[in-house]
Every structure is written in C-alpha cells, then in structure tokens.
C-alpha cells in the first residue's frame, strides 16, 4: 500500500486491508489552539499525525484523518482557537468509533494531543461507552503524559503547553514550523495549582519551575521522536497482541 490514511486509500484498497489483517486503526486528535508564539495552532493534531503516521505499518493499524476539533479552555481568547462542547466531541467520537466497526475495524487506537480536562474527560467517556455497549477495545494514548519521563531523560526539564517537549517535536518533523523569531519570555505562564485564570494570562503553560528550556536543539529533538516512537511500537504492539489473542 502506498498509504495507510484512509482518506489517501479507496474504499476497495481499505476493505483489502482489513481482510489482510488490518484490524486496528488509529484515530489522531487534538484542537486548533494557540501554543505560544512560536508554535502554530494545529500543534495538537500535528504531533498525533506524525506519530500515528511512523507506528502504524508495525502495529498493522490504518490511520483515520486526524481531528482537528475538540474542547479550548482558558487558551480560547487567542485568535484562531476554537472551541466545541464536551458532548459534542464525545459523540463525535463515539460515533465515528461505531461507523467505522462497521467495516471490520475491531480495535481503536485515540492519539490524543490535547490535554483539558473537559476534552480528556470527552475522549474517556467516548471510549468507555464503546465498550460498554458495543465491546469494542480502545487504547488511549496521551502523549505528553506517556512520554513524560522521557521528557526529564533527555532534556533534563519537564514539559508543559507549547513547552520543550511539543516544540521538539515539532521541530523534528518540519523545523519551519517554530519561529524561534516570535518566542517571547513575556508569554510563559507558570500555573499555579489551584488558580484557574480565564482567559489565559499567557499562551506557553509551564507547570513547574524547572522548564526554563523552550526549544532545543535538532539533535535533541530528533533522538527524543526517535525514542517516543520506539517505546509507542513496543508497548501499543504488546497491547494490541493481547487484544487479537483474546478476540
């Protein structure tokens, strides 16, 4: 296959795959959010893409087009953010779970690049009812969360909101895509538990002292992909050998 995006495929090339095993698919997520000055908006469904993109031919996964909406919070005052509602965004994917089993896909994978709370809620629950109605098996990957300790490894800093870790990203696939230029200092918020400020006082969220760093270096960048795709590959892989072993 020369692609494994659905939207690249034909439906007779889809409908081959599957019943040459191709039984998961990948469903990428994020928001169109602002992510700093430095960063563009469409940070949180890029970063799922290409990640979705470098796993799926091993884990014998198709991926869906990524979904560029889901639920802004204190981030929505800067222009080109868009919000929706939790409800909708859980039907959303409930619903797109569903039709898309309808063609043999059995097992789900959500790459989720956004971290609200009321989106993480919207994509649990979506998840959660699947299952409970339909028995259909999702996995779940936050990828700031999941690859946090690897973060601390290889910057020696944590991450955050258009931090360290989603610019390194970034910059490894498409370095044209930071300006480096348009960082600013007078941007960075350092959040304090138990404060919520709407709107957000500023658009680079870092939740501990310690992420001074905002961009590093290629080098860095690269190895730190590099390493979040190798672990992806193995642990998802496990998952969903034990998913296909028990039906």
Known sequence: ??????????????????????????????????????LPLGTDWMIPMDLSLQIAGELKALIYPP???GVVGSLSAYPGSASINPDTLENL??????????????????????????HLRAVTSACRRVWAERKLKTIIVNWWIYAGSLTE?????????????????ILATNPRRVKESLLSSD??????????????????LLYKKEAKRIIPSMEEATHFRMKL?????????ALLERFRANG
């Open 229 to 237: 795709i190798d672990k992806l590959k193995k642990d998802l892989s």
């Open 67 to 69: 979904i560029p909406l």
């Open 1 to 38: 296959m020369d692609s494994l995006v659905v939207s690249d495929m034909t439906w007779v090339e889809v409908e081959k795959a599957v019943e040459e095993g191709y039984d998961a698919i990948i469903i990428p997520i994020g928001v169109v959010e602002a992510h700093g000055p430095h």
């Open 187 to 204: 941007e960075v918020y350092y959040v304090k538990p138990g404060l919520d400020v709407y709107p957000s006082v500023g658009s680079i």
């Open 93 to 118: 994917l409930y619903e797109l779970q569903l039709s898309l089993s309808r063609h043999g896909f059995k097992y789900f994978i959500i790459m989720n690049g956004h971290g609200s709370g009321d």
């Open 153 to 169: 490894e290889i910057f020696s800093a944590p991450g955050g909101h258009a931090g360290i870790d989603e610019t390194a990203l």
